[in-house]
């Protein structure tokens, strides 16, 4: 498995509306980031019903690729040295259904770099994970669609995710803050935030604006929460490393750690251009289906896999050299 390289950072623009000075959010700014980055988030944020019908096995690789596909096909880096994400001429000429359901997916891809980076909150999951225990409340249009953990306090926030193809006016804002005011707690606990966020582009730059508007009444949807959701996070992945490498799992269950000269924890996926890979200490839990043991262990590691060049799943992505270039069409 490649070690993470020094990648070229670029930036997203972003604006910031109602967040009191405690949380110490900028109300404007430049988040950098990297492909890398980018590609971690599309991976693992929320799976909505889409879980459901592709579920595990093969199906989870395709589903992986089809996910950096919309990346990768709606953004390009133009030049070595660009500093923005840019939407391609692809993006530029699809028709308005299809533009709109990626720029969402492209909301629900910056809401988890935003919220990892700025609010400390790496785990997120989409509100569909809970429909069987919701379907009242989850039969309604108006909600929001992920919930998300904070690493270092474990405060729940709400998050409802918006992408547009242009900047977004009032309007957008107002139904996002709406939505988002709805979720009143998890487990028990009142949510901490609730917000609203828009993925949009100006000109040609992708850009990202956040919304916390105040609680209000009008929430309804309390979250029922058990340690076996966090298998919606972490399943989709293993499954994606064991069709990768059908020796995955004898891999990773060698006391050695190796077979054949391999590190049993990564692979290279080529139709892609990335490799995946996990923590050591977070492989086995994994290759068991320890899925709660799993995130209490990633959180209990937090620096440990800073320093080592993991996400704060226990995560490693690097991107290959195509991810620099601009987007082209295969013939």
């Given at each position: 498995?490649?070690?993470?390289?020094?990648?070229?950072?670029?930036?997203?623009?972003?604006?910031?509306?109602?967040?009191?000075?405690?949380?110490?959010?900028?109300?404007?700014?430049?988040?950098?980031?990297?492909?890398?980055?980018?590609?971690?988030?599309?991976?693992?944020?929320?799976?909505?019903?889409?879980?459901?019908?592709?579920?595990?096995?093969?199906?989870?690789?395709?589903?992986?690729?089809?996910?950096?596909?919309?990346?990768?096909?709606?953004?390009?880096?133009?030049?070595?040295?660009?500093?923005?994400?840019?939407?391609?001429?692809?993006?530029?000429?699809?028709?308005?259904?299809?533009?709109?359901?990626?720029?969402?997916?492209?909301?629900?891809?910056?809401?988890?770099?935003?919220?990892?980076?700025?609010?400390?909150?790496?785990?997120?999951?989409?509100?569909?994970?809970?429909?069987?225990q919701l379907k009242a409340e989850l039969s309604q249009r108006s909600r929001p669609d992920l919930i998300?953990?904070?690493?270092?306090?474990?405060?729940?926030?709400?998050?409802?995710?918006?992408?547009?193809?242009?900047?977004?006016?009032?309007?957008?804002?107002?139904?996002?803050?709406e939505q988002a005011t709805r979720l009143i707690s998890v487990g028990g606990t009142p949510c901490s935030l609730h917000i609203g966020t828009i993925a949009y582009f100006r000109g040609d730059e992708l850009e990202f604006c956040w919304l916390d508007p105040p609680a209000d009444s009008a929430g309804d949807i309390e979250v029922p929460f058990t340690d076996d959701v966090w298998r919606a996070y972490y399943q989709p992945i293993r499954e994606v490393l064991v069709s990768s490498d059908p020796d995955w799992l004898a891999n990773i269950s060698d006391p050695a750690g190796t077979r054949d000269g391999r590190d049993g924890r990564g692979v290279r996926i080529e139709a892609a251009d990335f490799s995946l890979g996990l923590h050591p200490k977070i492989a086995p839990l994994l290759a068991r289906g320890e899925w709660a043991e799993a995130k209490r262990t990633?959180?209990?590691?937090?620096?440990?896999?800073?320093?080592?060049?993991?996400?704060?799943?226990?995560?490693?992505?690097?991107?290959?050299?195509?991810?620099?270039?601009?987007?082209?069409?295969p013939l």
């Amino acid at each position: 498995m490649p070690t993470r390289k020094p990648a070229t950072r670029l930036s997203i623009r972003y604006q910031s509306e109602d967040f009191g000075p405690s949380w110490g959010i900028l109300a404007s700014g430049d988040l950098g980031v990297t492909w890398d980055d980018l590609v971690h988030a599309a991976i693992t944020v929320g799976r909505p019903n889409r879980q459901y019908v592709f579920q595990y096995g093969a199906s989870s690789l395709y589903e992986l690729l089809f996910r950096l596909s919309l990346v990768r096909m709606a953004l390009e880096q133009r030049t070595e040295h660009s500093c923005r994400f840019c939407r391609t001429e692809a993006f530029a000429a699809l028709d308005p259904t299809e533009k709109g359901a990626i720029s969402y997916f492209l909301g629900i891809v910056l809401c988890k770099l935003f919220a990892e980076e700025l609010l400390d909150t790496p785990w997120l999951l989409h509100l569909d994970v809970f429909r069987d225990q919701l379907k009242a409340e989850l039969s309604q249009r108006s909600r929001p669609d992920l919930i998300g953990q904070r690493q270092d306090t474990g405060a729940w926030i709400g998050f409802e995710c918006k992408g547009r193809s242009n900047p977004p006016d009032a309007a957008v804002k107002d139904r996002a803050k709406e939505q988002a005011t709805r979720l009143i707690s998890v487990g028990g606990t009142p949510c901490s935030l609730h917000i609203g966020t828009i993925a949009y582009f100006r000109g040609d730059e992708l850009e990202f604006c956040w919304l916390d508007p105040p609680a209000d009444s009008a929430g309804d949807i309390e979250v029922p929460f058990t340690d076996d959701v966090w298998r919606a996070y972490y399943q989709p992945i293993r499954e994606v490393l064991v069709s990768s490498d059908p020796d995955w799992l004898a891999n990773i269950s060698d006391p050695a750690g190796t077979r054949d000269g391999r590190d049993g924890r990564g692979v290279r996926i080529e139709a892609a251009d990335f490799s995946l890979g996990l923590h050591p200490k977070i492989a086995p839990l994994l290759a068991r289906g320890e899925w709660a043991e799993a995130k209490r262990t990633a959180d209990s590691l937090a620096n440990v896999l800073k320093e080592e060049g993991y996400y704060l799943d226990g995560l490693r992505v690097v991107v290959g050299e195509s991810w620099f270039k601009p987007f082209s069409v295969p013939l």
